[in-house]
C-alpha cells in the first residue's frame, strides 16, 4: 500500500518487469488522495514497477508480489 497527497495531476502506472502495462489510473484532485490498492489477485507472482508522474517528474519504484 502507498500513501500519497495529490496535489496536482498524478499518473499512476503498473508495468511488469518486461515493459508490459498492467495498470493505469490518473488522478485529479486532492479529494483523491489517500491509498493506492493494487487488485493483487489478478497479479502473478513477479516484480513490477510502479511509476508515479506529476509536474513533469516521475518516480519508480520496484514492487513485489509473492
Keep these: 500500500m502507498i500513501h500519497f497527497v495529490v496535489q496536482s495531476k498524478v499518473l499512476l502506472e503498473l508495468w511488469s518487469i518486461t515493459g508490459q ?8 484532485t486532492a479529494s483523491q488522495s489517500g491509498n493506492l490498492s493494487l487488485d493483487e489477485a489478478d497479479l502473478p507472482t513477479g516484480t513490477y514497477l510502479l511509476r508515479m508522474s506529476a509536474g513533469g517528474e516521475s518516480v519508480v519504484q ?3 508480489e509473492n
Design 62 to 64: 520496484k514492487v513485489f
Design 21 to 28: 502495462p498492467i495498470q493505469q489510473q490518473v488522478l485529479t
